[in-house]
Nanobody
């Protein structure tokens, strides 16, 4: 079992930046693929960025070139640097973890075993 706690959300104007953090605790001895997902009201949860157990990132097309995912494996922390934010980025953002996924980050919500409670990001125009 692993517990995930997100932080760093907030309200910004379009063009601004935010940095989300996710702290993992519990079974951090296993090798996890970790990802960021988001869900806007009335829409399905979607994958934003993920980093595989061996450190290979993957991004949704909608955020490529604007968002950067990184991990501090020693601390069990995951980050999402979000630049050039747009109103359509407004959503609840979730951190998730999946054991032993190598080669490329996974963006399918169905693959993930553990989820945080989310942090709200609101981008105004």
């Amino acid at each position: 079992q692993v517990q995930l706690v997100e932080s760093g959300g907030g309200s910004v104007q379009a063009g601004g930046s935010l940095r989300l953090s996710c702290v993992a605790s519990g079974d951090t001895a296993s090798s996890y693929c970790m990802g960021w997902f988001r869900q806007a009201p009335g829409l399905e949860r979607e994958g934003v960025a993920a980093i595989s157990s061996d450190g290979v990132p993957r991004y949704a097309d909608s955020v490529k070139g604007r968002f950067t995912i990184s991990a501090d494996n020693a601390k069990g922390n995951l980050y999402l640097q979000m630049n050039s934010l747009k109103p359509e980025d407004t959503a609840m953002y979730y951190c998730a973890a999946k054991r032993h996924a190598y080669g490329l980050g996974r963006l399918a919500t169905s693959e993930y075993e553990y989820w945080g409670q989310g942090t709200q990001v609101t981008v105004s125009s």
